[in-house]
């Protein structure tokens, strides 16, 4: 049973792109969580999916972010217009629902250049 | 709003001794708190939890202590090895969905 599968690893963008962090859940698991790693610092709660909703965005910036766990395929979390301060690890965890135990992917470590 | 505090930020112990980690929540709903285990550059892993319905939790030569009158819970590793080293974050849900994660331990075990 493969893990939190999350691409890419690392991704690098200059000041005003756009970058996309793709996660695919455990087999089995429907609910998608993201968050946030500045170095030195302990994860922050940014969005809670489910398939084809977005159940608490309350920890996602208000403007240049956006996620989506279509009916199929990964989950996605888009980051418009980049900025220096994005520059963090992303994670992405899930579970089979959500009061069982959240499962981390590997993250995706995005440099803002 | 929601917190967690975590204490010690680093902590250094000789290989076989012992280590303990303390965190201290202020949402008195919360009613579930994992310990996830982080090395350089990986991904966090779960190591234990503990939900509000228990006091204590043991697994091998880790355990958690939780005191819902204080709102604070405590991870414990005896006979340290130097494999333990890693950063240790303690958690804490309500509903469990929505965790909010201490700032996190540097566990270092002296060989």
């Known amino acids: 049973n493969a893990g939190v599968m999350q691409n890419p690893r690392h991704l690098v963008r200059r000041r005003g792109q756009e970058a996309r962090l793709r996660c695919s859940p455990m087999?089995?698991?429907?609910?998608v969580y993201w968050y946030r790693q500045l170095p030195e610092e302990g994860l922050k709660f940014m969005v809670y999916l489910q398939k084809e909703n977005i159940i608490d965005e309350s920890g996602m910036p208000k403007e240049r972010f956006s996620a989506e766990f279509p009916k199929e395929g990964p989950s996605i979390l888009r980051i418009q217009q980049v900025v220096r301060g994005d520059s963090a690890a992303y994670f992405c965890?899930?579970?089979?629902?959500?009061?069982?135990?959240?499962?981390f992917g590997p993250g995706t470590r995005l440099l803002v250049l | 709003g929601e917190n967690v505090e975590q204490h010690p930020s680093t902590l250094s112990v000789q290989e076989g001794d012992s280590a303990v980690i303390k965190c201290t929540y202020s949402?008195?709903?919360?009613?579930?708190f994992p310990w996830y285990k982080q090395e350089l550059g990986k991904r966090p892993q779960l190591i234990i939890d503990?939900?509000?319905?228990?006091g204590e939790k043991k697994d091998q030569r880790i355990a958690v202590t939780l005191n819902k009158t204080a709102k604070h819970f405590s991870l414990h590793i005896t006979e340290t090895q130097p494999e333990d080293s890693a950063v240790y974050f303690c958690?804490?849900?309500?509903?469990?969905?929505?965790?909010?994660f201490g700032t996190g331990t540097r566990l270092k075990v002296l060989a």
């Open positions: 503990i939900r509000s319905n228990v």
């Open positions: 965890a899930s579970s089979p629902d959500s009061k069982e135990t959240q499962y």
């Open positions: 958690a804490a849900g309500k509903g469990t969905y929505k965790y909010i």
């Open positions: 087999k089995g698991h429907s609910h």
């Open positions: 949402d008195s709903a919360s009613n579930y």
